[in-house]
């Protein structure tokens, strides 16, 4: 076993489109290797920056995310002289694998961010977005409001004002 801890650099586009980690920036890792029989376990904790905007008012955000990260990487098949052996399994396909006894964690890294990614994400949770009527910031001005009237009741706008006809009968 050996326990790793490292910082690298972000690789472009991870995240979503309304946020993610900006390409360039750290990422702190702090990992444990472990040797199974099967090839290589992969365990630990990741921690990012990322920026994006508000899905309600599109201010800017900027948050740190830690993930956690598990993988088991797979040693390739090989024959009795110890050469590789190229497997069409279709499950061979979905474990990743140590390659000259190295691991890649960027595709570990970018599946296990991009799920942990909120998918609508916000400034504050009692964001109050955006106006639907004229796009003003809700936040700016709490007592933003339009005068709407539903198109189907606008038609019995016009009887305010004028003369109703009453029950009463008149005296004479």
Known sequence: MREVSFSAPAPAEIGIMSIGVPEGSGIECDVRLESVIEGVLVSGTA???LEG?????????????EVDLQE????PETDARGRPVRSD????????????????LEPLLRDAVV?????????R??????CPQCGARLADDPEHHHDV????WAALGGLIGTDAPTDEKEEG
Not at 72 to 75: C, D, S
Not at 115 to 123: F, N, T
Not at 125 to 130: A, I, K, M, N, V
């Open 89 to 104: 399994d279709d499950e061979d396909d979905e474990q990743r694998h140590v390659v000259d006894d190295h691991v890649d």
């Open 53 to 65: 905007e508000c899905s309600r008012c599109l201010d800017p955000i900027s948050d740190e995310l």
């Open 125 to 130: 949770d009692d964001c109050p977005g955006l």
């Open 115 to 123: 799920l942990d990614l909120p998918l609508a994400p916000v400034c």
């Open 72 to 75: 088991l990487y797979v040693y």
């Open 47 to 49: 921690r990012v920056r």
């Open 149 to 152: 009237i539903d198109p189907r």
